[in-house]
């Protein structure tokens, strides 16, 4: 069955399955031809669907056609998709707890910091974040790097008055610590803000550096672990309460631990293959043992004000960030 598709032909097919099955929509702000679309969303509507039998049709959005970006949680509250995956960060200060899994220097890889998120998501620490919606798992990318058109950044001066795409406040505190001029977007938005010359460059995980073609426009890369996203995958919830139980019962299969590791690990096998081919086609940059402890402590900095933030918002900032780091040493020891 046709699982990608635009709002014009879901609308068509909706017709002929409404009668035979419950159908879920899932958006998404990945291109249909990304690696995400197949394996976090195609991936995971196949697995419903085979686990609910004839119970249940998935059909899967890309490319913002249900929504843009940054409105995606609000989307799946209102119901205007049945399933959204977005970014809790493009929404400042609506989920403070989220956000810590951001900060710079807390695990290496996806896999791991998607473990650590979904562990944090489970204990319960963030359930009145994500009360209005039924989360199904949540994950982080692996973490991102500097990527810039023209200058060539090798130390902490050069960062000085550069023009950055920053993905979320937390992100953009850190960017300013280290000189730079934060300019917040999703990241749909880069590839047209470097063509205009609005931005010098941005911050993304090397994977995406390839997905939303920004390599055609930056040939400098900038080897630093500047944050890891959260993402979410989440329900509506009256959608969910609705379900039948063979339909909920298919949902809950997929859902939590499993589907947060192959989305991570999916960051972490992408991303490889592309930092392998920028370096023997583009200029990508390691700093020196100096250099780097420069910039550690200023996101040593930016992790300590942020908790700190939350702490005097009467939020568990200290509790859940030791919290964070506890689970990441779970999950290094289980997934390595």
Known sequence: MIKTLTVASALALGMTTAGSAETLRYAHFMSASSWQNQVIFEDWAAAVEDAAGDALDVQVFPAQTLGKAAAGYDNAVAGIADVAWTVPGYTA??????????????????????????????????????????????????????HTADKVVRTLDDMKGL????????????????????IGMPAPN?????????????????????????????????????????????????KYDALSPEARAAVDANSGMKWAVTAGAGYDEAGAKVLERLRAESTVIELSDEERAKWMEVARKASDAYVTSLNEQGLPGTETYEAVKGYVSECEAELN
Not at 115 to 130: M, R, V
Not at 170 to 182: F, I, K, Q, S, Y
Request: aromatic residues 12%; negative net charge; charged residues 20%.
């Open 93 to 146: 200060g609506r989920f403070p707890l989220s956000q810590i899994i951001e900060l710079p220097g807390l695990f290496d890889t996806g896999a791991v910091g998607s473990c650590a998120f979904q562990k944090l998501y489970d204990s319960g620490a963030l359930d009145e974040e994500y009360e209005e919606t039924h989360i199904l798992f949540v994950h982080t990318h692996d973490p991102g790097h500097l």
């Open 163 to 182: 023009k950055l795409r920053r993905p979320t406040q937390v992100v953009g505190d850190l960017l300013t610590g280290l000189g730079a001029e934060p």
């Open 190 to 238: 880069t590839y047209e803000a470097v063509q205009r010359g609005a931005i010098d460059g941005y911050m993304l995980p090397w994977e995406s550096v390839d997905s939303f073609r920004l390599d055609e426009l930056t040939e400098n890369h900038t080897v630093f672990g500047f944050y890891a996203l959260a993402f979410i995958a989440t329900m509506n919830k009256a």
